[in-house]
């Protein structure tokens, strides 16, 4: 089993920058892969973004990219998402998620593709 534990949320303005951190503990080394997927009110939970542990290989939502950065600290198991630029259309609860289901059908991109999930932050951007 693995534990996921999100920090980081808040409410920020139109422009800022604000850090999540996911800090994982338990079977982390059955981990292949982590991800930060959100969820806005009244919409279905969307991909933000994600890293394969092995290789370090990231890849991002179009709506977050060039303004979003995903990286992982191994030496402290914690996975981080910087987030600047902010919009108000990022505003919704931001969760961490992992995967120690390499052979998954499911594409990295796909919430599915997870069987660990952390109880989620809230971000809002006011404007």
């Known amino acids: 089993q693995v534990q996921l534990v999100e920090s980081g949320g808040g409410l920020v303005q139109v422009g800022g920058s604000l850090r999540l951190s996911c800090v994982a503990s338990g079977r982390t080394s059955s981990l292949d892969t982590m991800a930060w997927f959100r969820q806005a009110p009244g919409k279905e939970r969307e991909f933000v973004a994600r890293?394969?542990?092995?290789?370090?290989?990231?890849l991002y939502a179009d709506a977050v990219k060039g303004r979003f950065t995903i990286s992982r600290d191994n030496a402290k198991n914690t996975l981080y998402l910087q987030m600047s630029s902010l919009k108000a259309e990022d505003t919704a609860i931001y969760s961490c998620?992992?995967?120690?289901?390499?052979?998954?059908?499911?594409?990295?991109?796909?919430?599915?593709?997870?069987?660990?999930w952390g109880q989620g932050t809230q971000v809002t951007v006011s404007s």
């Open positions: 890293i394969k542990l092995s290789e370090e290989t990231t």
């Open positions: 998620a992992a995967s120690s289901l390499s052979t998954s059908a499911f594409t990295t991109y796909e919430s599915q593709r997870y069987n660990y």
